[in-house]
């Protein structure tokens, strides 16, 4: 008890909070001639490649505005992130921002998490609907640095943290069902097409940076519904400039 209490006491000292959820690695249900996945909580894109061969990844999105029900109706989440790994390995290494539901009333926050640790809420930001969030991760041999920054207020945030088990043989970006019932976000932005913010989304594989369709091994994920056949969220085509893309929520 008195550890956990500790851990409660140092996260809020640095405007940091346990997040009670956690996000994690997909599962794959199904893939398509046409390389793109069907995955059991993601829908976005992925690049992947071979092990040992991201060292970044970063993207911008525009804050989606949470669809809430009653008060009294059960909570919902959605997820928003860029991060390394998880495609097809057992680590995340990534950050993001979420667009809940609690009680009927919505949600918004940001965070990182370096899975299989805990996420990690940070109080530090405000976020708000229609904010452009830029975010990254990289990998400087030792340690990943994930950085996140609210072009709304200018505040930013940044941690670093070594993941030995990382395999780096992907890179993501995400909208995520991180709850028992996946809330309502519409759509969301991701990329300078659609955000307005540069860089667009870009990965660094093998020591070349480019956007995700500049790529030759990228996938277009999209999130299994409740029923065969169906999906709950679902990736727009790539825009004009290769790295951006919209999620829409079905």
């Known amino acids: 008890m008195y550890r956990f209490i500790a851990w409660g006491f140092l996260l809020t000292t640095f405007g940091l909070q346990a997040v ?13 001639a046409d390389g793109s996945v069907v995955s059991d909580g993601w829908s976005g894109y992925a690049v992947a490649g ?3 061969s991201v060292t970044a990844v970063s993207g911008s999105w525009i804050v989606p505005t949470a669809t809430c029900g009653a008060a009294g109706e059960k909570n919902t989440g959605a997820s928003f992130w860029v ?3 998880g495609y097809t390995s057992a ?7 979420d667009a809940d539901c609690s009680r009927g009333a919505p949600k918004y926050y ?3 998490e370096f899975f299989p640790a805990p996420g990690v809420t940070i109080a530090s930001l405000v976020v708000e609907p229609g904010d452009l969030m830029t975010a990254s991760v990289t990998y400087d041999g030792t340690q990943f640095t994930a950085t996140i920054t609210d072009g709304r207020s200018g505040e930013s945030f940044s941690i670093s943290k070594s993941v030995p088990e990382a395999r780096r043989n992907s890179a993501e970006w995400i909208a ?3 709850s028992y ?3 309502d976000f519409g759509t969301v932005l991701f990329g300078q097409n659609a955000s307005g913010a540069a860089p667009t989304c870009e990965a660094t594989q093998n020591g070349v940076t480019g956007p995700i369709g ?3 091994n990228y996938h277009a994920i999209f999130l299994a519904g409740s029923t065969s056949g169906s999906f709950s969220a679902v990736p727009s085509a790539l825009y004009p400039d290769a790295g951006s893309f919209s999620v829409q929520w079905q």
Not at 20 to 32: F, K, M, S, V
Not at 91 to 97: L, M, Y
């Open 181 to 183: 019932l996946f809330t």
């Open 110 to 112: 940001a965070w990182y």
């Open 83 to 85: 991060g390394i790994d």
């Open 20 to 32: 009670a959820g956690q996000h994690g690695p997909q599962r794959i249900l199904q893939q398509g």
């Open 176 to 178: 995520e069902d991180n």
């Open 214 to 216: 500049g790529f030759r």
């Open 91 to 97: 680590t995340v290494e990534q950050t993001g921002t």
């Open 50 to 52: 071979l092990e040992d």
